[in-house]
């Protein structure tokens, strides 16, 4: 006898039943049969709980409790002006509003020639087959990709083809305007051989409503691409936000992350890196600045898989009020990745008693020759700092605003694009309690 279904997965499976012929490919029997099991799996397994060791600092109970709707409503006023003070001047943009794209609020500049930029729910139905190999439909890795690829209604689609390189960054907007709904959004990214791109995935929310985003963004990089991918979350305080970036790297190419995760009431990020050609390398940096009950939790894992692979990671949190963070960091070198070099760092700043890190580094190493290192702190402001500090006439708030602040920047800084950069050192002011 089958185990009964909670009422979250029979929720979900019965919005399914309802909504599958309006999802995007519906007709291509690979994607029905793709989106068919991945909602039956999501219902064998429900969501994930703390007896889950991957979950066991985050509760994702009032995820499951809510009520969101899947289908969103017509957009009722113009968000002309919010896109012109998010959108990053000089970007190639696609503006995403409630997870729809919305060309009359997007813009691209001049690409070059046989690029794709544009909608995948368009490609899906317009071009279902071209994404047949291309779009990952046996996920599985949890729950939330499982009902993502089942419920996935747009996102951005970028192919790069080989040697092509986009001048300016470009920025995919993703604004949520209504309360109450789930939005399940897929990205993929395909940067053919030796071609290379800067992407900024920005989630923002219009005023503070209450909605779920479950994202997942699939990039693949070709032998010498080269891909940095942004991701800043600045959802709505009472939003949740659960996001995966998967990536595949074939020989030489290299791909930089930068993930800033300061809002929502509850994030979780996960970033899977396969090294999967020789020589592959990747810089997976972090920073999350949250305060009062927030809970924002980061997992990474690296899979050193060929010989003479690099990785660098580097997370720091600052922590404030009641705020609770995790970071789980995990590299895997395996037998055949000989010359591996990797290093691990993860650095948190409680600004209060009551705030809390759960921080967990991890090694397993199956090779001989390889060179690796990992390493996580947990501590407060130096009182001797702010000593030295206030003996020169700054005052005590001041001088702790300062100090937490140039703990923060040593990540904003890594930011390779100084528009962005600066947009970020704007946030973080403003995040950081005030002096």
């Known amino acids: 006898m089958n185990a009964p279904l909670s009422v979250a997965a029979d929720r979900?499976?019965?919005?399914y039943s309802r909504i599958a012929a309006t999802l995007p490919g519906h007709g291509a029997s690979w994607l029905d049969r793709a989106r068919q099991s991945a909602i039956e799996r999501f219902a064998r397994r429900g969501f994930p709980t703390r007896r889950d060791e991957d979950w066991k600092y985050t509760s994702v109970a009032a995820i499951e409790k809510g009520e969101f709707d899947l289908l969103p409503p017509p957009i009722g006023t113009s968000l002309a002006a919010?896109?012109?003070?998010?959108?990053?001047?000089?970007?190639?943009l696609l503006?995403?509003?409630?997870?729809?794209l919305?060309?009359?609020?997007s813009h691209l500049g001049r690409l070059p020639a046989g690029i794709v930029l544009g909608s995948l729910a368009y490609s899906l139905d317009q071009h279902p087959g071209e994404l047949e190999k291309e779009l990952p439909a046996t996920d599985g890795a949890s729950a939330f990709s499982d009902l993502n690829l089942a419920l996935m209604a747009d996102g951005a689609y970028i192919r790069l083809p080989p040697g092509a390189h986009v001048k300016g960054p470009i920025q995919l907007l993703f604004l949520t305007?209504?309360?109450?709904?789930?939005i399940h959004l897929r990205n993929l990214v395909l940067a053919g051989a030796g071609s290379s791109a800067s992407i900024i995935e920005h989630h923002a929310a219009i005023g503070a409503p209450s909605y779920f985003t479950n994202t997942v963004t699939d990039i693949v990089?070709?032998?010498?691409?080269?891909i940095e991918h942004y991701k800043l979350q600045q959802e709505s305080p009472a939003a949740f936000h659960i996001?995966?970036?998967n990536v595949a790297q074939e020989a030489d190419s290299r791909f930089v992350s930068g993930s800033f995760s300061l809002g929502a009431q509850l994030a979780r990020v996960d970033i899977t890196v396969g090294l999967q050609g020789a020589g592959a390398a990747c810089d997976l940096d972090g920073l999350y600045v949250v305060d009062g009950p927030q809970h924002v939790d980061h997992h990474t894992c690296i899979d050193h898989r060929q010989p003479g692979c690099t990785s660098r990671e580097f997370y720091k949190g600052v922590l404030n009020g009641a705020a609770h963070g995790v970071f789980n960091g995990r590299v895997v070198v395996y037998r055949d990745a000989q010359g591996s070099d990797a290093v691990q760092s993860n650095r948190n700043l409680l600004l209060s008693d009551n705030a809390e890190i759960d921080t967990k580094p991890q090694l397993e190493i199956w090779a001989d020759d390889v060179k690796c290192s990992h390493g996580a702190t947990v501590g407060q402001l130096d009182p001797a700092q702010i000593f030295y500090l206030r003996s020169r006439g700054i005052g005590e708030a001041a001088a702790r605003s300062l100090?937490?602040?140039a703990f923060a920047m040593e990540v904003i800084d890594r930011v390779r694009i100084l528009l962005l950069q600066e947009r970020l050192d704007d946030l973080l002011q403003h995040k950081l309690p005030r002096s």
């Open 12 to 15: 979900y499976l019965d919005a």
């Open 102 to 105: 919305e060309t009359g609020l």
């Open 177 to 182: 305007s209504e309360a109450n709904l789930a």
């Open 221 to 226: 990089l070709a032998p010498g691409a080269g």
């Open 82 to 92: 919010q896109v012109s003070r998010l959108a990053l001047p000089g970007s190639h």
């Open 95 to 100: 503006v995403f509003v409630n997870g729809r």
């Open 403 to 405: 100090l937490t602040r």
């Open 243 to 245: 996001a995966a970036v």
